[in-house]
């Protein structure tokens, strides 16, 4: 697995990046004096509360609080998990990702023997399904179906004859080879003692990532038993939830893909590669994952779910399309295809031909169609109890759409569906819980007591907005006696710029990313100090100094109360210096 990413690569990243530029990319942005302004793409508006500050390099929306980096904001926009975000501007930028170990620093296993034992199993496999007689039921089956045998070949099919022991006895039973084919999922230790071969008297269907390496196996049964499909297990090589079957070779077939098929098992996209469907993947034993789906949009915007047309189908369906909906950016496209009952995708696509069975899928329903069919089954959308109803189904669905046009036409067709207005609609979803501002609001210019700006208050604001100012602070030890809110915040902001001194403020803010006080940071810098910049060094040297007075009179206050006979002949006279200071 990939190490940490440095903190001190963000930083850099940061200032190679304009998050102007990223984000009028996506929302166009209009200059208003020193900064960008747009209509917030997180919630509805009409008046643009959403502004960007090229100077500090983070946003923040005044109607809604969203607020952030250029990352957060791919993140926030784009629904990408921040390594993927960070990848995204690295490319951008043109800049390579180091990567460092955690913080155990224990060294990153090499997998590479393990990637090769796999790649003798496969041989392995492959050879049995071409020599062994007991294979020839398993050839049958293959040529039954129609297989060639340049798709066996293309796909690696292999067998697994029946016994106990056979692969363990022919890729090796020494301590090394055990364990490491029951780490891939090999073998299987028995509870008694002695291991046996997971795979017994199944085709083989080897299981490749994105670079053509075995990670995995899948076997079907000859016959009718169960379980139908065996996958294998878990490893420090395959993770079902992230890899799906074909993609391999889909990709090496076409380098030009446009569209993804997405089905069920593995002879499904087999028997289609062999009418020259070639662009099929199917999950292994698992429902679509977001993974599974980052990972195909990475390759094609077009992906087209086939289902059976029962109610198991339709229920994975509705599955599949949850997870489709947060990744639903502009450019993308989800379709819905489903088969007659008693066809799945080998039967029909046999009886049908490519051409028809193609047309099947040009003519599939996207998510747009299918997501309000779906509701409106489940309510009847000549009432208003069934118009409310279907709103409450739509809105925890639609709320988590990525912004965007896809979005608003979306909410345009549900306010259509149960005529209302746009507006009214949009506001709902997104905003249930809080009141819209119609105009910008002013800057506050008081802290939560009202009693104005306290000075850790405004040396935090000083700090993030001005980073340089951390020249101006020779010493901290006072500032750490202070019992008051916000100082041991203040305190880890000044030591990372006593250590990172050319942190800009948006790479400051990052480093506090998923952690305590990241909110309360972010809070701060929202709220911008009311005086000119010239005065701001000055102003930010007197809350200093006013923050260094407290830690005296605090000093003193302690040393005052505790009783004389308990102070040391130093804590004396540090006591009687402060009072006759003050």
């Known amino acids: 697995m990939a190490g940490r990413i440095p903190s001190t690569f963000i930083d850099e990243l940061l200032t190679r990046i304009d998050i102007v530029d990223v984000i009028d990319a996506r929302v166009p942005l209009v200059k208003k004096g020193r900064e960008f302004q747009a209509c917030c793409p997180f919630h509805h508006e009409k008046t643009p509360s959403f502004t ?3 100077v500090k390099q983070f946003y923040h929306c005044f109607g809604c609080g969203a607020h952030g980096t250029a990352i957060g904001f791919l993140m926030e926009y784009e629904n990408m998990p921040f390594p993927e975000a960070v990848e995204d501007l690295a490319a951008k930028a043109g800049v390579v990702i180091p990567r460092e170990d955690d913080e155990s620093d224990k060294p ?8 090769s034992l796999l790649e003798r199993v496969g041989d392995w496999y492959k050879q049995q399904l071409k020599s062994l007689p007991q294979a020839d039921t398993a050839v049958h089956y293959l040529k039954q179906r129609g297989l060639s045998d340049e798709i066996a070949t293309r796909y690696q099919l292999g067998f697994a004859p029946e016994g106990w022991s056979h692969l363990h006895e022919a890729i090796g039973q020494d ?3 055990t364990q490491q084919l029951t780490r891939t999922g090999m073998l299987i230790k028995k509870e008694s003692g002695g291991h046996y071969d997971r795979f017994r008297n199944r085709i083989i269907f080897p299981i490749h990532d994105s670079r053509g390496r075995i990670i995995g196996f899948g076997g079907r049964v000859l016959g009718d038993e169960k379980p139908k499909y065996l996958n294998s297990p878990e490893s420090p090589l395959f993770h079902k939830g992230q890899e799906l079957y074909g993609l391999y070779q889909a990709r090496k077939s076409n380098r030009n893909l446009t569209q993804i098929l997405v089905v069920e098992g593995y002879m499904d996209v087999v028997a289609l590669a062999q009418f020259g469907i070639r662009y099929s993947v199917a999950t292994l034993g698992t429902a679509t994952t977001s993974d599974h789906l980052n990972q195909l949009f990475r390759t094609v915007s077009r992906i087209v779910f086939c289902f059976d047309g029962d109610r198991a189908g339709r229920d994975a369906a509705v599955k599949a399309m949850d997870t489709a909906i947060p990744l639903m950016r502009d450019g993308r496209e989800t379709h819905f295809m489903f088969l007659p009952d008693g066809e799945d995708p080998d039967s ?3 009886k049908e031909g490519t051409q028809q069975f193609e047309q099947r899928i040009t003519r599939s329903t996207p998510l747009s169609r299918y997501f309000f069919t779906h509701l409106e089954q489940q309510v009847d959308i000549d009432s208003l109890d069934g118009r409310a109803k279907l709103i409450s189904l739509a809105r925890p669905k639609l ?3 990525p912004a965007g046009m896809f979005r608003e036409m979306m909410f345009k067709q549900l306010s259509t569906l149960v ?3 746009e507006e009214v609609i949009s506001h709902h979803l997104l905003e249930p819980d809080t009141p819209k501002s119609s105009s910008r609001p002013t800057q506050p210019q008081t802290t939560i007591s009202g009693r104005g700006p306290s000075p850790v208050r405004f040396a935090l604001s000083a700090l993030l907005h001005n980073p ?4 101006q602070i020779t010493t901290i030890e006072p500032l750490k006696q202070i019992n008051n809110p916000g100082i041991p915040l203040l305190i880890e902001v000044i030591e990372t710029l006593q250590q990172h001194p050319n942190l800009t403020p948006a790479a400051l803010l990052e480093r506090w990313r998923d952690k305590e006080n990241e909110n309360l940071l972010h809070k701060v810098a929202q709220w911008t100090p009311p ?4 005065g701001v060094q000055q102003e930010f040297q007197g809350a200093i100094q006013q923050l260094l007075r407290l830690a005296d009179e605090q000093l003193a206050e302690r040393l005052y109360n505790t009783p004389i006979q308990e102070l040391t002949a130093q804590e004396k006279a540090q006591l009687q210096q402060l009072l006759s200071a003050q």
Do not use: G, K
């Not at 990153?108 to 990637?115: S, V, W």
């Open 52 to 54: 960007v500050s090229q």
């Open 108 to 115: 990153r296993e090499n997998l590479a023997p393990l990637f």
């Open 175 to 177: 301590t090394l080879t």
């Open 348 to 350: 029909l696509v046999r």
């Open 399 to 401: 709320s988590r759409l």
């Open 419 to 421: 005529e209302m207005e």
């Open 468 to 471: 340089h100012l951390i020249e």
């Open 531 to 534: 005086i000119p910049d010239a």
